[in-house]
């Protein structure tokens, strides 16, 4: 169907539309804005700042799209926000923007937002990601793909959580939470592997007995970091997927992983 603009909505003229776009009630498109092709905003929805929407998104009533860092190191200019496409936020969810005149908010393809939730500046969201009511990643977060954020869970600044993760309800996260594991408690500790969601993903039970193996490691055999990362490198399935994505998650952690119950 063609664009379709609610007469109560306000667009700036500036603002870029794609195809099928459907603007309902109350809603607010700032002039920096970009909307994808069949993106829909559903009443009192805002996307505003320098902000891309890929094709396909929903944004739900009362949600706020990029809009100004919330960081008080900001100094000006036109930080924005990247979106891909066929995301849901849904109701009273926002997305600020970067706090670097020239940087972005970024978040990937197929992730669904729920209520209440928070994205601040500069963090880096992948690709099919859910996150349950209230969640809040302070700024600089990164979340790869595939990972599940459990209701009321917090992300403190600057942490990463690995693909294929999954954060419990009301967790705090305060340190790097370790691909294909499952993190719950205050601070958040690894608990076990995500072994339903990777069954949900397809792994196979090679690849699962690789993550146990990975699990058991890190965790459970008494080793410091170091020691467990150099057994881990010098296994002869080092290579694997699995492992390799390990290691390098690991080599890139500044925060350092979180550690087993």
Known sequence: MPTQIHPTAVVDPAAQ??????????????????????????????VEGDTWLGEACEVFPYACIGGKTQDLKFKGGRPGVRIGARNVFREYFTVHAATAP??????????????????????????????????????HVIVEDDVVLGANSGIHQFCRIGAYAMISAYAKVVQDVAPFFIADGQPALIRAINKIGLERKGFSPEQLDRVKALHRVLFREGLNRSQALEKLAADARAATPEFARMLTFAEASERGLAPGA
């Open 102 to 139: 020239e940087g972005y908010t970024t978040v990937g393809d197929d992730n669904t937002f729920l209520a209440y939730g928070h994205i601040a500046h500069d963090c880096v969201v992948g690709s099919r990601v859910i996150a349950s009511n209230a969640v809040g990643l302070a700024g």
């Open 17 to 46: 539309l794609g195809a099928d776009v459907d603007i309902g009630p109350l809603c607010y498109v700032g002039p920096g804005v970009r909307l994808g092709d069949r993106t829909r905003l559903h009443h009192h929805a805002s």
